[in-house]
């Protein structure tokens, strides 16, 4: 337990509604993460930030964007959602060894219902 | 394209078998990682090998590499019950931002 939360745990909402997705963590981690899965997918990245203010896409972007204006907290953000986007949203930090992010650890997820 | 392909995709033994998962990826690594994840669960990190590495193990664990093959494999010995997840292989690339990239997974259930 890395000290990540995600909220809300669940979420229905309709198509072409804006959505925000949080992620919480207590421990200061400069890297923190935001991954989907889907059956038959595994877990894909839709972005990342590094540290305050600093964001970079991942595999699956299109249609996401995130915020990062405080260490403990990543916001994921659909803005107009579609069916596609129903999945399961994880969270993840990056613990460091060495100065380097090695080891992730993973928030409880929030399962996302888009009507 | 996904990077690592686990095999088999199910997994079904007994209590005290061993079970063995493999991890195929396409390009270099700077190391491979593998994650539990129970169902409905977030994913739990295992053990990570780094690309010099041969063999890690941690408890009843056991992570092979072989970077000629680009492939990897994951241990349980003696199973239990509570070892019924999914696994997964994850490669990181290198880099500084330790973007990893996941495989679909080994579903294990192990048998009472």
């Known amino acids: 337990d890395a000290g990540i939360t995600q909220s809300p745990r669940h979420k229905v909402t309709e198509t072409g509604t804006p959505v925000t997705l949080r992620c919480h963590q207590t421990?200061?981690?400069?890297?923190m993460y935001w991954y989907r899965q889907d059956p038959g997918h595994g877990l894909r990245l839709i972005h990342y930030?590094?540290?305050?203010?600093?964001?970079d896409k991942g595999e699956v972007s299109d249609g996401y964007s995130v915020s990062r204006s405080k260490t403990e907290d990543f916001l994921l953000t659909l803005e107009s959602a579609t069916s596609s986007q129903t999945s399961m949203y994880f969270c993840?930090?990056?613990?460091?060894?060495?100065?380097?992010?090695?080891?992730?650890?993973f928030g409880p997820g929030t399962r996302l219902l888009v009507l | 394209s996904q990077q690592g392909e686990e095999d088999p995709q199910a997994l079904s033994i007994q209590e005290g078998e061993n079970a063995t998962m493999n991890c195929s990826y396409k390009?270099?690594?700077?190391?491979l990682q593998w994650y539990r994840q129970n169902s409905g669960r977030g994913l739990v990190h295992l053990i990570l090998?780094?690309?010099?590495?041969r063999e890690k193990h941690s408890g009843r664990l056991r992570v092979t590499l072989d970077t000629s093959k680009k492939s990897s494999s994951l241990l349980i010995t003696a199973s239990r019950a509570a070892d019924t997840a999914s696994y997964f292989c994850?490669?990181?690339?290198?880099?500084?931002?330790?973007?990893?990239?996941f495989g679909t997974g080994t579903l294990l259930a192990v048998q009472p």
């Open positions: 421990e200061n981690h400069r890297y």
């Open positions: 390009t270099s690594i700077n190391n």
């Open positions: 090998i780094r690309s010099n590495e």
């Open positions: 994850a490669t990181d690339l290198g880099g500084a931002t330790n973007k990893l990239i």
């Open positions: 993840a930090i990056s613990r460091t060894s060495g100065g380097a992010p090695e080891t992730q650890y």
């Open positions: 930030s590094y540290g305050v203010k600093d964001t």
